[in-house]
């Protein structure tokens, strides 16, 4: 399975960005696909997540501005959305997608930056 997320960039407090997230590969083992991000001089955390059967899931801190989506296209590829409105300067960092299975692999892209600046 391979991810590759872009979308990030610079962008004025309370302003908006969406990524996305390409996944492709043999999905068919992916039972869900989360956004995480690492903020400067924090830990990694997990932002947004959506699972199989569409449920999906919000760090506190993001509820109601942002909004994860996926377009299933079919099992060889899939792309995954995180809308982010009212950005704030604390959303800055490097925004990771990933995706896991059942029986507990995990896979990781590439970061892509998003900056708030305020």
């Known amino acids: 399975v391979q991810l590759q997320a872009s979308g990030g960039g610079l962008v004025q407090a309370g302003g908006s960005l969406r990524l996305s997230c390409a996944a492709s590969?043999?999905?068919?083992?992916?039972?869900?696909m989360d956004w995480y991000r690492r903020a400067p001089g924090k830990e990694r955390e997990l932002v947004a997540s959506?699972?199989?059967?569409?449920?999906?899931?919000?760090?506190e801190s993001v509820k109601g501005r942002f909004t994860i989506s996926t377009i299933a296209r079919d099992n060889a590829k899939n792309t995954v959305y995180l809308q982010m409105e009212s950005l704030k300067a604390e959303d800055t960092g490097i925004y990771f997608c990933?995706?896991?299975?059942?029986?507990?692999?995990?896979?990781w892209g590439q970061g892509t930056q998003v900056t708030v600046s305020s």
């Open positions: 990933h995706a896991w299975t059942l029986s507990g692999v995990n896979y």
């Open positions: 590969g043999e999905l068919f083992s992916i039972n869900g």
């Open positions: 959506v699972s199989t059967g569409r449920r999906s899931n919000y760090a």
